[in-house]
C-alpha cells in the first residue's frame, strides 16, 4: 500500500505490486479515474509471457507515490491499462507466520483478495529494496524491506485446503 496524489492534491491509498519481470510501469483505468489523473496520449502494445499481446495502452499519467513508513516519495510515468492484473491474490488465505511478527507490512490485507490499482517495473525495483530479508520455512514467504515497507514474496501453502496460492511482491 502507498498514497498517491490525486488531482486535487489530498493523498489517496493505492495497492501497488512491484514486478521485476516487467519493463514499463502500469496503473489501472479505475485507479487514474478515481485519482482524477491527466491522460496523455500514446499507443503501446503491451506483451506478455511468451511474446504475446495482451492489450493495448492508449494512454500514460504521471503521479507520485508515497510511503506511508517513511518520508520517501517518488514520480513515476505509468501505461494506462483497463486492469494492471488479476485480483490478488486468488483466494483468501490464513497468514500468520512467526518469523514475520512485529513487520511493519506495506500491505496488511496481503492476504485478501483485492485489484492492483498499480505496477512498478524493474526500472525501480532495485531501487526501492532494502538490503533487509527476513527467510521463511518452506511453504512460507519471505520479507524484504522496501522504501513503501515489508513486501511479501515467494510461496505460501494454504494446508486447510491442500492447495498452494503463488504470489509475489505485493506491496
Known sequence: MVTADDSSGQKQN???FLDDGSESHF????????????????????????GKHSQTSYGYTHLRLYSKVMDFSIDIQALILGTVTEDMPKVKFDASWPHLQGLELSDPAFNQPGPIDILIGVKLGAYLKLPAIVYGPPGTPSAQSTKFGWMLSGEVANFSSHFRVHESRIM
Open 14 to 16: 493505492c495497492r501497488v
Open 27 to 50: 496503473i489501472s483505468e479505475q485507479c487514474m479515474s478515481f485519482l482524477g489523473l491527466k491522460r496523455r496520449k500514446t499507443c503501446v502494445n503491451v506483451n506478455g509471457i511468451g
